[in-house]
């Protein structure tokens, strides 16, 4: 069986305008049916954190996450690898903002725009909402980020603003960490408690 991240890498060089027949032939390899296409990194680590929660191998399962690197870019995606191209079925996450993005893409591929999740700000405002922002800080302090949390908290930008807003974008402050919360914080959440579209999304793969 082929290799999930040689796929993605394959696409990635193919979407800026490399040869197709690595992508092709991996896809056949990994007997891939569905393609998840999502905005970044973070989205992936979350979706895949959340799949293997509840025992589920997406690669097996003949599903892969596709991080694009911004969401612009995802009529290009849904060319390739939907039925104008690859052929397989698309499905994605976005945050609302970029709603038009996914569904012009989606006509422009010819896939069904119900398989379209939304996020009604982001991804990790649903994750922290989801969580409650008090357990969000205990899983802050527990990764070893309480001081520079505090430090954050202290910018006068920063100064008023609602607890789920700061947090928001002390995720995004630093390179790799909303990478890495991604995983932690789906994997801090109530199994009853995920957050609609990521539910949607896992119960439709």
């Known amino acids: 069986m082929g290799d999930v991240w040689a796929f993605r890498d394959a696409v990635g060089h193919w979407a800026a305008g490399g040869p197709g027949e690595p992508a092709h032939e991996l896809a056949r390899q990994l007997e891939l049916r569905t393609a998840v296409l999502v905005e970044g990194a973070s989205d992936l680590a979350a979706v895949e954190t959340l799949a293997a929660r509840r025992g589920r191998d997406l690669a097996v399962d003949g599903v892969c996450v596709v991080p694009m690197g911004g969401a612009m870019s995802v009529g290009r995606y849904a060319t390739l690898l939907g039925p104008s191209g690859l052929g397989l079925r698309l499905t994605g996450l976005c945050d609302e903002r970029e709603q038009g993005y996914y569904a012009r893409g989606w006509e422009r591929a010819g896939a069904p725009h119900q398989d379209i ?26 990764e070893g980020d309480l001081r520079a949390w505090q430090t954050f908290l202290q910018q006068p930008a920063q100064l008023g603003r609602p607890r789920g807003q700061q947090l928001r974008r002390f995720l995004g402050t630093k390179k790799g960490r909303k990478i890495r919360y991604g995983t932690l914080l789906v994997e801090a959440l109530d199994p009853a408690r995920v957050p609609v579209p990521l539910d949607d999304l896992l119960t439709s793969l």
């Not at 999740?117 to 527990?142: H, K, M």
């Open 117 to 142: 999740f939304v996020c009604a700000a982001d991804l990790e405002d649903e994750l922290i909402r989801a969580l409650g922002t008090a357990r969000v800080e205990e899983v802050v302090a527990a």
